[in-house]
């Protein structure tokens, strides 16, 4: 029923897809089979399945390898026959946009206008490229979005040979791109530009300094009203109803790993609370890292909005940044406080448990649950010794707990999209690596779904929800420094030490089962 149930969620969400595109012609119903190469292996597994028709590893690999081949094929076709800027990014937005966390319920328009570096990496070649009045088309929609003369000339006016050498205006949007070459230091020079945009336009744009996709310095001009939305109240009661249902699965969850069906003995609850309230307290203190340090920048976070499972309580949440950020460093602090929070008190609550566990424990575990963790069963091999090579460990709840936890900050750490990883990946390295980590995350996660149904369940939601990127920082140029690097790499490393399992030669020289 489930099988079924994502088949025709996936279908119907190709037919309005197909629905949109169609006004746009050509280029739209390019930008459409894009959703639908991306989709076509899932539905193709997932079809079959539920006819009892069974693809072996191979054949999925095949499917996911051909079909991301063929993706980037149409990318560059619609990249190559896009007949303005504003309309190529228009359907990128609207078809494989940022359909991401809360922001359904965001406009076309203001989509448009979150993603400026689309913008540069969608402009036409020098030699190619239209002057400013040519971009303008004669349809009224694209016309109310175009930059007016007096805004351009007064933007154009702000640069000089000292600063960004302007060599060409390209309208895009409701703003301008501006191509040329960068005279000074980034940092200075970009805080030069706005001051000088905000005492001609009084404060109406916004400014990006990003690479094109030849990696040159561009400058984008977006009116401040294009910002980040606020949550309607629609979506802040979304918030809630998720939060009271990740709750409820957190009950679940520590009903079954305790030995009962809660929803078949609801009698039991309080026996389930404790245990929950320790899942849920980990949650809550991995967004209360995010919002910490979004705190420390001065950022604006969205409520959070908790992923419930019934496999381990929860996924985590999708939090939305609601501010432009002014550099990558920035976006690695917000990304990284959460998951070092939330990692941090499960390991601690883990290390715990493994100490004050002893014989007659009230919790008995299979000693082959140990191999399943690289971290998790080297922690314990080196903490209870001995007792790892019994059939049955006596472990404390708290180990558990810990362990959910560090599960749940492992997958949220997954290098791919609006993930904790994927920002932290797009910080250090750029948005090209970011994307390309994105989709490697996905096709392990697929393989992995062979042993594990929970990778294939966090990989659809990644692949629906998360696998667009975050919006460009207002500074695309500067990088973290060395620190941040480093840090982000050992984020990584925790997480692939977490989630791969023990080979069983390693669990046997390490003494475990």
């Given at each position: 029923m489930v099988t079924l149930l994502l088949l025709l969620v996936a279908i119907a969400l190709l037919v309005w897809g197909f629905v949109r595109a169609r006004p746009y012609g050509k280029i739209g119903i390019f930008a459409w089979l894009q959703s639908v190469v991306l989709m076509l292996p899932w539905l193709l597994f997932f079809g079959l399945f539920s006819l009892g028709i069974y693809f072996n590893l191979v054949g999925v690999l095949f499917m996911v390898l051909v079909s991301a081949g063929i993706y980037i094929y149409l990318g560059r076709r619609l990249r190559a026959m896009a007949p303005d800027?504003?309309?190529?990014?228009?359907?990128?937005?609207?078809?494989?946009?940022?359909?991401?966390?809360?922001?359904?319920?965001?406009?076309?328009?203001?989509?448009?206008?979150?993603?400026?570096?689309?913008?540069?990496?969608?402009?036409?070649?020098?030699?190619?490229?239209?002057d400013a009045q040519d971009t303008a088309q004669p349809n009224d929609s694209v016309k109310e979005l175009t930059i007016s003369a007096d805004d351009q000339a007064a933007l154009e006016g702000i640069f000089g040979v000292d600063t960004f050498f302007r060599t060409e205006t390209v309208q895009y949007a409701q703003g301008a791109i501006f191509k040329g070459n960068l005279r000074g230091e980034p940092e200075e020079t970009l805080a030069k530009l706005t001051e000088l945009a905000e005492e001609r336009l009084e404060g109406r744009y916004r400014l990006f300094l990003i690479e094109d996709a030849k990696t040159k310095p561009v400058v984008v001009a977006l009116p401040k009203s294009a910002d980040p939305k606020p949550l309607t109240p629609f979506q802040k009661g979304t918030a809630v109803v998720l939060a009271l249902a990740t709750l409820l699965t957190c009950l679940e969850a520590s009903g079954i790993l305790m030995g009962f069906d809660l929803l078949a003995t609801p009698e039991q609850w309080k026996t389930a609370l404790p245990f929950a309230i320790g899942i849920f307290v980990i949650l809550a203190i991995h967004e209360v890292g995010h919002w910490i340090a979004a705190q420390r920048h001065d950022v604006k976070l969205s409520w959070p909005f908790f992923i419930p499972t019934w496999e381990i309580g929860s996924f985590g949440a999708l939090t939305r940044i609601q501010s432009v950020l002014p550099?990558?460093?920035?976006?690695?602090?917000?990304?990284?406080?959460?998951?070092?929070?939330?990692?941090?008190?499960?390991?601690?609550?883990?290390?715990?448990?493994?100490?004050?566990?002893?014989?007659?424990?009230?919790?008995?575990?299979?000693?082959?649950?140990?191999q399943g963790s690289v971290l998790v069963g080297t922690l314990a091999r080196v903490v209870l010794g001995s007792a790892l090579t019994e059939p049955l460990v006596d472990i404390h709840p708290l180990v558990l707990v810990g362990w959910l936890g560090l599960i749940i900050t492992a997958l949220n750490l997954l290098p791919a999209g609006q993930l904790d990883g994927g920002r932290i990946v797009q910080s250090i390295y750029g948005r090209k690596i970011a994307g390309r980590a994105t989709v490697i995350t996905l096709i392990i996660l697929t393989v992995a779904s062979f042993a594990n149904p929970l990778a294939l369940y966090w990989a659809v939601l990644i692949l629906f929800l998360q696998r667009e990127q975050e919006r460009p920082a207002m500074n695309e140029l500067i990088e973290p420094d060395d620190a941040r690097a480093a840090l982000g790499l050992l984020a990584l490393f925790l997480t692939l030490a977490t989630l791969l399992p023990l080979t069983p030669s390693l669990a046997g020289r390490l003494g475990i089962g």
């Open positions: 800027t504003v309309t190529a990014q228009r359907l990128e937005t609207l078809l494989t946009g940022d359909k991401t966390k809360d922001q359904e319920t965001v406009s076309a328009t203001d989509n448009l206008s979150q993603t400026p570096d689309a913008a540069a990496e969608s402009m036409p070649s020098d030699s190619a490229a239209p550099n990558r460093s920035v976006l690695f602090d917000i990304a990284l406080a959460g998951p070092a929070a939330g990692g941090l008190l499960s390991f601690g609550m883990l290390v715990l448990g493994l100490v004050i566990s002893h014989p007659g424990s009230p919790f008995q575990l299979p000693v082959e649950f140990f």
